[in-house]
């Protein structure tokens, strides 16, 4: 079983699997070297990145994150105004502070290889690290995969991967949706109350709550920040950052007293987006490329559903989460495994079917209203633009948060029977990324990367 703390994870943009995971696993790199008493004897380290990691490693930060974890660093911890600083002082030969306590030289364009055209078998997100000896002695190497929404595995664990906790440990486990919803139903608990006692065998309800609320007001703040920061986004493109004008509009549109709410859900995941796109502070929700959709839908309850609160707040998220765990165990959140299906489609359905529940909605309209956003981003490719993580992703993000909402007021109309279920729907997505080329899952070679880089006719 998967915890609502696996699938979100407070840290940096613009990437989960290409920023957060290769930051992760450097870092582990470097603690492993502490940990088996090797790390002074260190005098060279070598990263080499894989597929997907180095076809668009520049675009998404993957160069810095893999270098910056080595020196101990956090996607949570680390300040994201420091980063580029940091990679421009290793570049001018200041030395790289292996695991925060021990220097050694490092030059980041000629110790980090991307191998843009080589795929590991096991992933499309692969990277392996090396660490030399003064006579070139190779004292410890590693494999690490990048899996999607943060998690990643070293080889030996993605051989017989084991996450989270032992099903023996907690009250209500759970394979896939049909067992989710017969748990529920037999124990008379929402989704919310099923997720949140089996996260009390781990921390106390106070300290859960507390913890998600957290992850709200910094889902909450990169709203705000997003609508604020005017400028570009960067990169060879600079995209014009666009969510500070829609702010303007829509407040006017508002203080004229027109209607059109629904663009405000929009406007909130287009802010998120753009925040990510530029390597701020997000929340993993369950991916960074789809990390506008739920904070998006849950600012929009906060400032349009009468009697808004804290409450609802944590059921949104514990609902969320074991909708999102659903896909996670029995597919992929990882756009270059399974495309952009995996990442927003997973978001929309995660959101579509926490916003049903919050508002009243039946276990199976809840159901419902997750099936229905999966089965209408079927196929979704993840074609980023330069390897950027701006187009089409920032505006993909606006469009599927407005989605979420109204299948989230479809399905309340309707008693929750349907003819596909939400297991099927997760199989069908799983089999669809598996049957799609590699050049529409995150590598930047088809799609809208490929249309938009070639020269008009």
């Not at 992760?24 to 008493?37: M, R």
């Not at 839908?297 to 009697?307: A, H």
């Not at 919050?358 to 079927?378: D, K, S």
């Amino acid at each position: 079983m998967l915890s609502v703390f696996d699938l979100f994870k407070i840290g940096i943009g613009p990437s989960s699997s290409h920023t957060v995971g290769p930051m992760l696993a450097s870092k582990a790199f470097a603690d492993l070297l502490l940990e088996q008493g090797v790390l002074d004897q260190v005098q060279r380290i070598k990263v080499n990145l894989y597929g997907s990691l180095a076809l668009t490693g520049e675009g998404h930060g993957t160069v810095a994150a893999a270098v910056l974890g080595l020196e101990g660093n956090t996607p949570r911890g680390i300040d994201p105004e420091s980063i580029a600083p940091r990679m421009q002082a290793l570049r001018a030969s200041e030395p790289l502070h292996l695991a925060g306590k021990f220097d050694i030289a490092f030059d980041p364009d000629r110790d980090v290889e991307l191998h843009k055209h080589l795929f590991l078998p096991q992933h499309a997100n692969g990277m392996r690290i090396y660490a030399f000896a003064a006579d070139g002695h190779e004292l410890l190497r590693e494999t690490y995969f990048s899996v999607g929404g943060g998690f990643i595995l070293t080889e030996a664990q993605l051989a017989a991967p084991q996450t989270g906790q032992s099903d023996d440990d907690i009250p209500y486990s759970f394979c896939n949706s049909a067992e989710l919803m017969a748990l529920c139903r037999e124990h008379g608990k929402t989704m919310a109350q099923l997720v949140l006692a089996n996260e009390c065998t781990k921390l106390d309800e106070v300290e859960i709550r507390r913890r998600l609320l957290e992850i709200a007001a910094v889902m909450q703040g990169s709203v705000a920040r997003g609508y604020q920061h005017e400028g570009r986004l960067p990169g060879p493109f600079a995209v014009k950052r666009r969510a500070p004008a829609l702010y303007q509009r829509l407040l006017a549109m508002h203080m004229e007293g027109r209607a059109d709410v629904m663009l405000w859900p929009t406007l909130y995941a287009i802010a998120v987006s753009e925040e990510n796109a530029s390597g701020g502070r997000i929340v993993t929700a369950p991916t960074n490329g789809a990390a506008g959709i739920i904070p998006a839908v849950l600012q929009y309850y906060r400032d349009f559903t009468p009697g808004a609160n804290d409450e609802g707040i944590v059921d949104f998220l514990l609902t969320a989460a074991a909708i999102g765990m659903l896909y996670k165990m029995n597919a992929s959140i990882s756009g270059a495994e399974v495309g952009c299906q995996g990442e927003v489609g997973v978001a929309c359905s995660m959101a579509a079917g926490a916003y049903c529940a919050v508002l009243g909605g039946t276990l199976a309209q809840v159901e419902n209203a997750a099936e229905i956003a999966m089965e209408h981003h079927l196929g979704l490719t993840c074609d980023p633009v330069g390897g950027q993580v701006q187009v089409p992703c920032v505006e993909r993000n606006g469009v599927a948060a407005e989605k979420a909402i109204k299948i989230a007021q479809l399905a309340l109309l309707e008693d929750g029977q349907h003819l596909v279920s939400l297991d099927k729907v997760i199989e069908t997505m799983y089999r669809t990324g598996l049957d799609m080329k590699n050049s529409y899952k995150e590598t930047s070679l088809g799609g809208l990367a490929l249309t938009v880089a070639q020269p008009e006719c």
